[in-house]
C-alpha cells in the first residue's frame, strides 16, 4: 500500500474529496448552463459566514456553513423570482453581504485564525470523523436527487417556460436546485476552501462542454474529469505539501487547457 | 358549417388581461374545434402571445373564463394535449449541451410523473415524433449546431412527441430562411391535413396566414375579425388592425 494511505486523515480526505468531486460537477452544470456560474461563489461565501458563525459559537463549523448557506439560497432565489432585482445583482448582493457578516463576526472574535485560513483555501489534515460523515452523507442526498429528478432538472434548465407550460413545478424545481447547491458548496469548503469551490464546480463542466457532446455525456465527462482533479490534487497537495484546493483546481485547470487544445487540435 | 359541429377544444369567453393595471386584452372571446388551422394575427403589443400565455396556464387572465377540452382552466391537468412551440429567436440555447434527441424526449414529461423513467415506449414516440418532422438524422446532433429551420423542427417534434391534440405556434417563421418557409408550411399543413392536429399559429404575416390558414383570428386588444381568409383580409380590417396606410401586399 501506498504511503499516503497509511494516515487516517488522508484516507478520510480521499474518501470526502471523491463525494465532493462527483456532486460538484452534477450541481455545477446546471448553474453553467442557466449562466448562473456565480452562483457557486456566492454560497461559498455565504458558507464563510457560516463558519465565522460556527467558530465564534463554538459549534461544527461544517453544520452552521450548511444551515446559513441553505437559509441564504432560499433568499437568493425569492430575491431573483420576484424580478426586483436582475440575477446577477442578487448574487453580488449576497455575496458582499455575507463576507461582511464573516468579517463582522471574526473581528469580534479577536482576529483570524490558523483554523479559520483552512477554511479559505482548504486543508487536507483537518477533515474530521464527524466532517466525512456528514460530507459523505449529504453528497449522497444531493447525488440521489440529481439522479432521481434528472428529466425535470434538464427540463427546466432547458427550457423554464416550456417546462412551466407543460406543468412542471419549475418554481419548486428551482428552489430546490439552488438548495442542493447551498449544500454541496457547503460541505465541499472543508476540502477545496471557500475561495476555491466555484472553480471546482465551474471548470471540469466547462472542460466536458469543448466536447461538444449531449448533456448527459458532458455531465458524466465533467464527473470524470472533477475525481481526476480531486484525486490528483490530493497526491500533490501530500507530496508536495501544498494547499489541497488550490492543487485540485490546478489541475482542473490543466485539463481544461487540454480539452481546449484537443478540440482546437481536432477542428484544423 | 361542418366545422360547427366539431368538438371545441379551446374556449374562452370575455377574457381580459392587464399588466400593471394597462389592459392588454378586452373582453375576448372565440373558440377553436377540432381540425381547425388556426392563423392568429395582430400588430406588435397587440396581444397575440400574452393570449397565448394565457391558453397555455402561464398567465392567469384577469377576468373571464377559458375552457380547455371542456375543462375549465383551473381543472385542467392533461397538459400534454397542448403542444407548443415557442418564439425561437434568441441565442440561449444555441451553447446549450443538448442533443436533438434529449430536446425531443422532453415532450414525454407531461405524461410522466416525478421520478418515472422513459420506457420502451416514450422513446419510440420519440422516434416517431423526429422521423415526422424530418429531422431524425439529427438524432445525435447538438441542437445549437442546427440552422433556424432545423431547430424550428425540433420543437415541433418536441411538441409532437406528446401526441398533442392542438399544437400552438408562436411565430415559428422568424429567424428561417424564405427558401425553408415554404417546405414549412406545407409541412404544417400535413399535420394538420395528414395527422388531424388543430394548429394554432401565431404571425405577424398577414400574407402567410391568408394563404395557409383555414380560418384567421385578428387581435388588437380585442377581437377585431374572425372567419375565412378570404372574407377577412381586405384594406378595412387592416386598417383596424394596423392602422392606417396598410396595404396587402403580394395576395394571390
Not at chain 1, 485560513?117 to 486543508?123: C, E, I, R
Not at chain 1, 434528472?150 to 423554464?160: H, R, T
Not at chain 2, 377553436?32 to 402571445?49: A, C, Q, S, W
Not at chain 2, 406528446?162 to 404544417?188: M, N, R
Request: aromatic share 10%; with cysteine.
Amino acid at each position: 500500500m501506498l504511503e499516503i494511505f497509511q494516515y487516517d486523515f488522508m484516507v478520510r480526505a480521499f474518501e470526502a474529496g471523491i463525494a465532493i468531486g462527483i456532486v460538484a460537477p452534477l450541481i455545477g452544470m446546471f448553474l453553467v448552463v442557466r449562466r448562473y456560474s456565480l452562483m457557486a461563489d456566492t454560497l461559498a461565501h455565504v458558507s464563510f459566514a457560516g463558519v465565522a458563525i460556527g467558530l465564534f459559537f463554538k459549534v461544527n463549523p461544517v453544520f452552521t456553513a450548511i444551515g446559513l448557506s441553505v437559509l441564504a439560497s432560499f433568499g437568493i432565489e425569492a430575491l431573483r423570482s420576484s424580478r426586483r432585482i436582475f440575477g446577477e445583482s442578487v448574487l453580488a448582493l449576497f455575496l458582499s453581504g455575507s463576507l461582511a457578516l464573516a468579517v463582522i463576526i471574526l473581528s469580534l472574535s479577536k482576529g483570524f485564525n490558523a483554523n479559520l485560513f483552512s477554511y479559505l483555501f482548504g486543508s487536507i489534515s483537518t477533515v474530521s470523523t464527524t466532517d466525512l460523515w456528514v460530507t459523505v452523507a449529504l453528497a449522497v442526498v444531493v447525488f440521489l436527487d440529481i439522479v432521481l429528478l434528472y428529466k425535470e432538472l434538464f427540463f427546466a434548465s432547458f427550457d423554464p417556460e416550456l417546462a412551466q407550460a407543460s406543468g412542471l413545478p419549475v418554481k419548486a424545481i428551482n428552489f430546490m436546485m439552488v438548495m442542493l447547491a447551498a449544500i454541496a458548496v457547503a460541505i465541499s469548503i472543508r476540502i477545496v476552501g471557500v475561495l476555491l469551490i466555484g472553480a471546482l464546480m465551474v471548470i471540469p463542466v466547462i472542460s466536458a462542454m469543448q466536447y461538444g457532446r449531449g448533456f448527459l455525456t458532458t455531465l458524466v465527462l465533467s464527473v470524470i474529469f472533477s475525481i481526476t482533479s480531486v484525486i490528483a490534487g490530493l497526491f500533490a497537495s501530500y507530496y508536495f505539501n501544498l494547499a489541497s484546493g488550490g492543487a485540485i483546481v490546478m489541475v482542473a485547470l490543466l485539463i481544461f487547457l487540454f480539452s481546449l487544445a484537443f478540440i482546437k487540435s481536432g477542428k484544423e | 358549417m361542418r366545422d360547427k359541429l366539431a368538438e371545441p377544444y379551446i374556449e374562452l369567453s370575455n377574457v381580459s388581461f392587464s399588466y400593471d393595471h394597462t389592459p392588454v386584452i378586452e373582453k375576448l372571446s372565440f373558440t377553436v374545434r377540432k381540425g381547425e388551422y388556426l392563423g392568429i394575427i395582430g400588430p406588435n403589443g397587440g396581444g397575440k402571445t400574452t393570449l397565448i400565455k394565457i391558453i397555455l396556464g402561464l398567465l392567469h387572465p384577469t377576468e373571464g373564463a377559458v375552457l380547455l377540452f371542456g375543462k375549465d382552466r383551473h381543472d385542467f391537468k392533461e397538459k400534454h394535449r397542448i403542444g407548443y412551440v415557442p418564439q425561437r429567436v434568441t441565442q440561449a440555447d444555441r451553447e446549450f449541451p443538448a442533443t436533438v434527441f434529449e430536446v425531443v424526449r422532453t415532450g414525454r414529461i407531461p405524461r410522466l410523473g416525478f421520478f418515472q423513467k422513459f420506457t420502451a415506449k416514450d422513446i419510440e414516440v420519440v422516434e416517431r415524433a423526429m422521423k415526422i418532422a424530418g429531422i431524425e438524422r439529427y438524432r445525435d446532433t447538438l441542437v445549437g449546431n442546427l440552422s433556424g429551420g432545423e431547430r424550428q423542427r425540433v420543437f415541433i417534434a418536441r411538441a409532437l412527441a406528446s401526441e398533442p391534440d392542438v399544437l400552438i405556434l408562436d411565430e415559428p417563421t422568424v429567424g428561417v430562411d424564405i427558401g425553408a418557409q415554404k417546405t414549412f408550411y406545407e409541412f404544417l399543413a400535413s399535420l394538420n391535413r395528414d395527422h388531424n392536429l388543430t394548429i394554432i399559429f401565431i404571425s405577424h404575416d398577414v400574407d402567410a396566414v391568408s394563404q395557409e390558414t383555414k380560418t384567421v383570428l385578428c387581435l388588437n386588444h380585442t377581437l377585431v375579425c374572425h372567419g375565412l381568409p378570404r372574407d377577412l383580409l381586405n384594406e378595412h380590417v387592416l386598417e383596424r388592425l394596423y392602422g392606417k396606410h396598410s396595404h396587402l401586399v403580394n395576395h394571390k
